[in-house]
């Protein structure tokens, strides 16, 4: 189990660092993903958030980020006060831009390193996991305290 963990870990952390080298550091995966969701439309951050699976407390704190570097305008909704909408900006819209051409780099060297059919399955069995329903997972559940307590 360790080994699977360490694994998918070093993986995650080798595309960080891939996706930082693409775009010289200018933005990072989880700002690219909500800029993808935002794309060419006005969004609530409710939307964003049930979009990207991102949790609220982090989408905010993205966002806000995300504003202040001028990626996107954040103004409250003219119909519904209390939500907030979000849009791209010219200058969003290019760093989006920089981010997509980042993951097609990224992809087409790892279609090179490790053929382009590995690649394509991995991304298949990954996609279809993702997919609600397409494939069965196993639900783990934690022993209760009592279970694994030891007799008095």
């Known amino acids: 189990m360790a080994y699977l963990y360490q694994t998918i870990r070093a ?18 995966l989880p700002q690219l993903v909500l800029l ?19 949790d609220r407390s982090t989408a905010s704190v993205v966002l806000r980020s995300m504003a202040k570097r001028g990626w996107i305008r954040t103004q409250r909704d003219k119909e519904d006060r209390r939500a907030v909408v979000h849009e791209l900006t010219t200058k969003g819209r290019k760093v989006l831009g920089l981010g997509r051409a980042a993951l097609r780099v990224i992809e087409d060297d790892l279609r090179r390193q490790s053929g382009s059919q590995a690649v394509e399955r991995a991304l298949r069995a990954f996609s279809a996991e993702s997919k609600e329903g397409d494939a069965p997972v196993r639900k783990v559940r934690l022993a209760s305290p009592r279970a694994t307590a030891p007799a008095e």
């Open 11 to 28: 993986a995650e952390q080798a595309m960080v660092r891939r996706f930082a080298k693409a775009t010289g550091g200018e933005v990072t």
């Open 36 to 54: 993808d969701a935002l794309g060419d439309e006005r969004r609530t951050s409710s939307v964003i958030v049930w979009a990207t699976g991102i």
